[in-house]
């Protein structure tokens, strides 16, 4: 399991420059965006050093709503 590739650009149908007409200012995922998710971006390369490649539980796929047989 690897980290996925991060990027600030937005996707060509990304909404962001239109959330001043979408959200009011007091919308909670107007305020993530403005003065959270800056912060993470902000936090990525540290967080980057906490995480280890090639230890820790090994992945296993979901059986959400599956009998296990």
């Keep these: 399991m690897s980290l996925p590739t991060f990027t600030t650009q937005q ?3 990304g909404v962001g ?3 001043d007409h979408l959200f ?3 919308n909670r995922y107007r305020l993530f965006a403005e ?6 971006v902000q936090a990525r390369p540290i ?3 906490m995480y280890c490649a ?3 539980r ?3 796929k979901g059986r959400l709503g599956s009998r296990g047989d």
């Design 11 to 13: 996707s060509l149908f």
């Design 17 to 19: 420059s239109l959330a």
């Design 24 to 26: 009011p200012a007091t």
């Design 35 to 40: 003065k959270i998710w800056p912060l993470l």
């Design 47 to 49: 967080l980057e050093t």
């Design 54 to 56: 090639d230890n820790g």
């Design 58 to 60: 090994p992945v296993k």
